[in-house]
């Protein structure tokens, strides 16, 4: 298998990622083969399925996270217009704390779904990569190219032939191809890469540069063609050469079907976006943005998808256009999950977990609550004056007592226990 991974992605994060997605997809398609069905439009199709159905638990947080910020929503509007104009520290902190509070109420987290989607980035960009290059993941596909490599291999002169034909036809692959180098392992991943990555004229020129292999290599193109054949349309090309090529030829029904991919994906990615849960009502300079923002952005992806799917394989836009139809069949049924739940019961139940969590660390409820409205009723309205400042030391200090006999209580083995431990430790230091 390490012969496959030559030509692979090796990058240091994606690298092993797409490597153990391309050890699930070769599992797809070989029991796929098993059946007699070899297609890798379908396999990217069922790969796709199964990828987005894998990553559903991480999309529920991250709806569910998403339903609960739009409940709290007119709280922490409230909290933002009550510190409106208020830049002082003091103020700041404030406000930074009772927002805090809102968020333990409601049991959530203030990092909100970023932990979900930073999961889910790699494992789609990885994903991105087995595609592009499925040979270097997919024995069953590489061994279609293996007998035609042979009989290259054999040839005389064919680094430099290959050389050329990189060149005239604009190929690119990953690491870029160097028939210079002797190993025969990299050599024959670097004509499998070539190969798989060349477009219906491409076999044309082939032929031309090794006419001794003509019946090979129209067998294989054959072979490769019904693999990668997609609704008659090569996954390999792009829609951009599907339709130049086939409307100089008179082929409409093909330029049509290529014309489809970039058409369907655009129209797959605008349900799925209005099928997103659209973001409670906001207010303020900062809120305004932001929805500006995103309303510019699910107007331009689904534009985007549209342009880019001329120019990428076929492939690609089937797994944009599969992964765009999973998405939408699982928010459909999660709009209507969250339509009949009770968001109150989460509430409660978060508050539950926080509550517990918060016992574990040694710190009781009434410490919060108090330490809440002892910050607050002393920082919402800062006053001005010497008189005030000095009530609100002589308060403070008498704040910072109460809070040690709160310590004082603390269990043995807490965190407010081994605090103390701490704190009495460094009193004895500082006398001596």
Not at 202 to 225: H, N
Request: charged share 20%; with cysteine; glycine share 6%.
């Amino acid at each position: 298998m390490s012969d496959l991974l030559l030509t692979a992605y090796d990058g240091a994060i994606l690298g092993p990622i797409a490597r153990l997605l391309g050890l699930v997809m070769n599992g797809i398609y070989y029991l796929m083969s098993l059946i007699g069905i070899e297609n890798v439009g379908l396999c990217i199709i069922l790969f796709t399925i199964i990828v987005y159905l894998l990553l559903f638990p991480l999309t529920y947080k991250q709806q569910k996270f998403s339903k609960l910020s739009q409940k709290m929503q007119p709280e922490i509007q409230a909290i933002q217009k009550k510190y409106n104009g208020k830049k002082d520290q003091a103020s700041m902190m404030a406000m930074n704390e009772e927002t805090q509070a809102v968020y333990q109420k409601y049991g959530v987290s203030m990092m909100g779904s970023c932990v979900q989607l930073l999961i889910q980035m790699p494992l789609l960009l990885a994903l991105y990569q087995v595609f592009q290059n499925v040979p270097a993941y997919v024995t069953g596909v590489k061994n279609n190219f293996m007998p035609l490599v042979e009989g290259i291999m054999a040839t005389s002169g064919y680094q430099d032939k290959m050389t050329q034909l990189v060149t005239d036809l604009g190929i690119y692959t990953r690491p870029a191809a160097d028939f210079t180098v002797t190993d025969q392992t990299t050599l024959t991943n670097f004509v499998v890469d070539v190969l798989y990555k060349m477009n219906s004229n491409g076999w044309d020129t082939l032929k031309e540069v090794f006419p001794s292999l003509t019946d090979i290599i129209s067998s294989t193109y054959e072979t490769v063609s019904h693999v990668n054949n997609f609704f008659w349309l090569n996954i390999s090309d792009t829609p951009w050469q599907i339709i130049t090529t086939n409307f100089q030829a008179g082929s409409y029904l093909l330029v049509i079907g290529a014309l489809l991919i970039p058409v369907v994906s655009y129209l797959t990615q605008i349900i799925n976006v209005k099928l997103m849960p659209q973001s409670g009502s906001s207010s303020g300079d900062n809120a305004d943005a932001m929805a500006r923002q995103m309303k510019m952005m699910n107007r331009t992806m689904p534009l985007f998808s549209f342009v880019i799917c001329f120019t990428v394989p076929v492939g690609l836009g089937v797994y944009w256009i599969a992964g765009a139809v999973v998405r939408s069949v699982q928010q459909f049924f999660l709009n209507k999950h969250f339509e009949k739940i009770n968001l109150d019961d989460i509430i409660k139940k978060n508050q539950e977990k926080a509550k517990k969590k918060r016992e574990k660390m040694g710190i009781s409820e009434n410490q919060i609550s108090n330490a809440a409205r002892i910050n607050t009723k002393k920082i919402v309205e800062p006053s001005v004056g010497a008189a005030s400042n000095k009530m609100s030391s002589a308060e403070r200090e008498r704040q910072i007592e109460k809070a040690n006999a709160a310590k004082a209580k603390a269990k043995a083995g807490s965190m407010a226990a081994k605090a103390n431990m701490v704190r009495e430790f460094n009193e004895r230091n500082t006398r001596k």
